[in-house]
Structures are given as C-alpha cells and as structure tokens.
C-alpha cells in the first residue's frame, strides 16, 4: 500500500492518461522496474547502509518522472 501527495498522484494520473494505460500500470510497468534497477545497481556498489535507503531514491525517482 502506499499514500501519494495529491500533486503526485494528478501527475501520475495524467501521465498514465497520455500513455493509455491505467496508473496501476505506469506504476507496475515504467516506476517499480525503475526503482529497481537504480536500487540494485545501488546496492551492489554501496555499502549495506545505501540499501537501506530506497525511500529516499523512490522520492527522486518520483521527482525525476513528474519534471
């Protein structure tokens, strides 16, 4: 489950809307695998206190996607 900033989740909604798709799957399809890759990538090279900060790489990648 997750809670999203009104503003957030109207971009996110719009976006999905231009891409024809639901925002269920912009999220599943084009955010998580994202996220995963920068947070995997992350890991791999940090050290175990990087891995446990994926909020905060999810928050940049929210901003990332909504600019």
């Known amino acids: 489950m ?3 900033d009104p503003e ?3 971009q996110l909604r ?3 809307k231009d891409r024809g798709i639901t925002m269920q ?3 599943r399809a084009v955010i998580v ?3 995963m890759k920068k947070s995997t990538a992350a890991s791999q090279k940090g050290t175990a206190r990087t891995a446990r900060r994926p909020a905060r790489r999810l ?3 929210r901003q990332a996607i909504t600019a």
């Open 59 to 61: 928050h940049r990648a």
């Open 8 to 10: 957030i989740y109207r």
């Open 2 to 4: 997750q809670s999203l």
């Open 14 to 16: 719009k976006m999905a």
């Open 25 to 27: 799957e912009l999220i």
């Open 33 to 35: 695998p994202d996220w």
